[in-house]
């Protein structure tokens, strides 16, 4: 279980890093730029392959969290 976790929460972090694009957004708010982060845009191609992913990920290690404090 927790060689599973350790994996999981592995790739969850290299898979946020390939996001470039909105981590770009999301330094503007921090600098008080114009910021799109919240805009309505579509994700084609690599960017939606990567965004399924993270959110795949992301549930992945939240159920391996639950069960693992029942266990």
């Known amino acids: 279980m927790k ?5 999981i929460s592995i790739l969850l ?3 946020v890093l390939l996001q470039s694009a909105k981590a770009e ?5 921090i ?8 805009a309505n845009r579509k994700e ?3 960017e939606l392959v990567i ?6 990920l992301g549930a992945a290690f939240f159920i391996l ?7």
């Not at 957004?25 to 708010?29: K, L």
């Not at 969290?65 to 266990?71: A, G, K, Q, R, T």
Request: glycine fraction near 14%; charged fraction near 10%.
């Open 65 to 71: 969290c639950l069960l693992s404090m029942f266990i």
């Open 44 to 46: 084609r191609g690599s």
């Open 3 to 7: 060689i599973a976790l350790l994996v």
């Open 25 to 29: 957004g999301g330094a503007q708010i």
């Open 13 to 15: 972090i290299i898979i």
């Open 31 to 38: 600098s008080g730029g114009k910021s799109e982060l919240f």
């Open 51 to 56: 965004t399924r992913i993270t959110a795949a």
